[in-house]
């Protein structure tokens, strides 16, 4: 609910950084509790912002991270 709470205010001010950071925290949260789609939704999102910040770096990092998700969730599903 927190996380949840500051991304809202993080969009209302158009801190950028902080969307990115927090939707980054939400997707890993959500990968501990188990629940895939609300995570890849939520790195997404992380990654989406890194690019538009310009941070390269960060962008192939979650991108990857999407990437083995995908790869166990398919398997998963399989």
């Keep these: 609910t ?3 709470n500051a991304h809202k205010q993080a969009i209302a001010s ?3 950084v902080q969307q990115a950071q ?3 925290a939400l997707g890993d949260l959500y990968v501990a509790v188990d629940d895939q789609k609300a995570a890849m ?3 997404t999102q992380a990654r989406d912002s ?3 910040l310009g941070n390269k770096q960060r962008v192939e990092e979650l991108e ?3 990437k083995q ?3 166990t969730s ?3 599903q399989s």
Excluded: G, P, Q
């Design 2 to 4: 927190h996380y949840l």
């Design 41 to 43: 939704n939520w790195l």
């Design 64 to 66: 990857t991270y999407l």
């Design 14 to 16: 158009k801190d950028m």
């Design 74 to 76: 398919d398997r998963v």
């Design 22 to 24: 927090i939707a980054e």
């Design 69 to 71: 998700l995908k790869s």
């Design 50 to 52: 890194y690019k538009t």
